[in-house]
């Protein structure tokens, strides 16, 4: 009887797995197939996941143990190098392309393809003026808004801010005598950096402020978006609102002193631009429309730089002879300068060739941004395949960055890769393409080389933890923040 028992318990257990892996897992796949059984081409191959919840276990799993790059290799090894792939993941069915010919017709493609982001950074980051409107109106708006940040004479008039932000943010955190985590500074220097560029001010209070409710802002944008007490989407939501009443005061002052004629002459940044921008019709922007604006462009313009800083003197410091030869371009920059001239200048930040394929390395290398997202307008057919209408498109630049048909030994940090090197369209994509390709690229590499070209004549890192674990989710970072001492070193 016991043995009954036995051989009941085991065929119940077989059946459950049987069940459970060759009908529940499969579930997604078949709905899915049947659902679009009619369309004229089929769906490209892989994996929808378990469910309601998709591929969202693994692909947690691979991202927050520091091994992103497998969700993709497991998709090309079972299913080949056709570089596109369908899967279910942050919610919504999707297809994943990492083939650059493809990632590029996407990228430019503005009529089936629209802004397709997870709904908690779109609810996070709105912006009517940018998103709400005619194609033509958008480029409009656009061309308006990147005017502050683009162009050789633009970039000249930032240097100065940044070069003092810079300098001070160095003296200060060499200054402590207890070891600090680098991103978390870092954040603080392109915070003050960008709020500098964008609004004019050195109000250290409203940077303060802001700094604080922007780090609540950032943990909501990849996560569930449920609106309840309790959840991290709510408390970003009431973060975003605190950051909205605190801009309002800075562009009421703004809209006042243009009005009594207090701030004339040449436009300085873009608060400026932004409260005088018609729309099609002739209607200034409303006070809700400026404020999603500038908090849209300050989420972008700083958690990205500050991990790009963050990851090159990160890399430079594992890497002594890429930091020797980095720091010998910057001292040969200041034996040539002249006797009088005691700032930077942008035809030097210009001469630093090096300096330049250490960023790009950095930016390929460290992926700060693992994907770009857009949704499928209509149904379009890729390469044979169907994208149906409303799906996500996942632009997997990370895959194609780490591909090693594009870049040989690609787990290798080597910045003379880039000499001499024309990167094939759409294998190089850490800003986008297209009409969206990110306005600030220019900026955010100027910010960074600034800061490097201190830091590689005047300190030097001593990291607390160099084998520290790296996480990739939400963003690609130690998972000790890059704890380490910054230490101050005397030049010869």
Same mark, same amino acid.
């Given at each position: ?58 692909? #947690?799993? =691979? ?6 790059? *497998? &969700? !993709? ?5 079972? $299913? ?122 050195? #109000?250290? =209070? ?6 604080? *409710? &922007? !780090? ?5 944008? $990849? ?132 300096? *330049? ?136």
């Amino acid at each position: 009887m016991e043995m009954q028992w036995v051989y009941i318990c085991t065929a119940a257990l077989f059946a459950c797995y049987v069940f459970v892996n060759k009908f529940l897992r499969r579930f997604n796949g078949w709905y899915y197939h049947l659902k679009l059984r009619n369309k004229e081409y089929p769906l490209p191959p892989g994996d929808m996941g378990w469910p309601l919840i998709g591929n969202l276990l693994s692909f #947690n799993k =691979n991202f927050s143990s520091g091994q992103p790059d *497998s &969700f !993709t290799t497991n998709l090309i090894l079972k $299913y080949g190098r056709d570089g596109i792939y369908k899967t279910h993941v942050c919610g919504n069915p999707s297809i994943i392309i990492c083939d650059p010919e493809m990632c590029k017709r996407v990228l430019l493609d503005d009529v089936n393809f629209k802004i397709g982001y997870p709904k908690s950074i779109q609810e996070l980051t709105k912006c009517r003026p940018m998103i709400d409107v005619s194609n033509a109106n958008h480029k409009h708006f656009r061309r308006l808004i990147t005017a502050p940040m683009v162009g050789h004479k633009v970039l000249d008039m930032y240097l100065e801010r940044l070069e003092d932000i810079a300098i001070n943010s160095l003296e200060e955190l060499s200054s402590m005598k207890h070891p600090i985590e680098l991103l978390k500074e870092m954040k603080k220097v392109s915070f003050k950096s960008i709020i500098h560029v964008f609004m004019g001010t050195s #109000n250290q =209070n409203i940077v303060k402020n802001i700094g604080s *409710s &922007f !780090t609540d802002l950032s943990k909501g944008m $990849y996560s569930i978006p449920i609106n309840a007490p309790g959840f991290t989407f709510h408390k970003a939501l009431k973060a975003r609102k605190k950051i909205a009443k605190l801009l309002q005061p800075v562009v009421d002052e703004r809209r006042l002193m243009i009005k009594n004629g207090q701030h004339v002459g040449e436009k300085k940044d873009l608060m400026d631009i932004l409260l005088e921008i018609k729309d099609e019709n002739g209607r200034k922007l409303e006070d809700q429309d400026i404020s999603d604006l500038l908090i849209g462009l300050l989420f972008a313009g700083h958690e990205s730089t500050a991990t790009g800083i963050m990851w090159s003197v990160a890399h430079l410091t594992q890497h002594p002879h890429i930091l020797q030869k980095a720091k010998e371009e910057q001292e040969e920059i200041l034996k040539i300068r002249p006797a009088s001239q005691k700032r930077l200048s942008l035809n030097e930040v210009k001469q630093m060739i090096y300096l *330049s394929y250490v960023i790009d390395e950095m930016l390929r290398f460290a992926n700060i941004a693992f994907s770009i997202f857009r949704e499928a307008t209509s149904d379009v057919n890729i390469n044979g395949y169907l994208i149906p209408k409303g799906w996500r498109v996942l632009i997997w630049a990370r895959a194609i960055h780490m591909d090693s048909e594009y870049y040989p030994n690609p787990k290798e940090f080597n910045p003379s890769r880039w000499k001499d090197y024309n990167a094939k369209a759409g294998t190089f994509l850490p800003f986008g393409a297209g009409s969206r390709l990110c306005p600030g690229a220019d900026l955010a590499k100027l910010e960074i080389s600034i800061f490097l070209h201190y830091f590689l004549l005047n300190y030097r890192l001593e990291r607390i933890n160099p084998d520290c674990p790296v996480t990739t989710l939400p963003q690609c970072k130690p998972t000790d923040n890059c704890l380490a001492k910054v230490i101050k070193v005397s030049r010869a």
